[in-house]
């Protein structure tokens, strides 16, 4: 079993900087691929992938942060890390952080992020 907690989020003006963390319990040295997601606060709204990071280090990111947002992982420190620079307000979401062991998920309980316009 993993928990995972996420940490760095907080109210910041658009076109700032958050950089989130995300620490395991755990080495995640094993863990295949690791995730940020986020859920917007409108009703109705699913919560969406935002970056993805594998255990070799290959990326990939939703269409809407490319560019702004950088995934990486620390293994040595069992840390996923999301830097997001450039923000705006819709990407105003709570946080969470997403591991998968041995075909089961595991969640972080979330951080905020406000952005104001």
């Known amino acids: 079993q993993v928990q995972l907690v996420e940490s760095g989020g907080g109210l910041v003006q658009t076109g700032g900087s958050l950089r989130l963390s995300c620490t395991a319990s755990?080495?995640?040295?094993?863990?295949?691929?690791m995730r940020w997601y986020r859920q917007a606060p409108a009703p109705g709204k699913e919560r969406e992938l935002v970056?993805?990071?594998?255990?070799?280090?290959?990326?990939n990111y939703a269409d809407s942060v490319k560019g702004r947002f950088t995934i990486s992982r620390d293994n040595a420190k069992n840390t996923l890390y999301l830097q997001m620079n450039s923000l705006k307000p819709e990407d105003t979401a709570v946080y969470y952080c997403?591991?998968?062991?041995?075909?089961?998920?595991?969640w972080g309980q979330g951080t905020q992020v406000t952005v104001s316009s």
């Open positions: 755990r080495t995640i040295g094993n863990i295949a691929n």
């Open positions: 970056a993805g990071i594998t255990s070799g280090g290959s990326t």
């Open positions: 997403n591991a998968i062991q041995y075909g089961l998920p595991y």
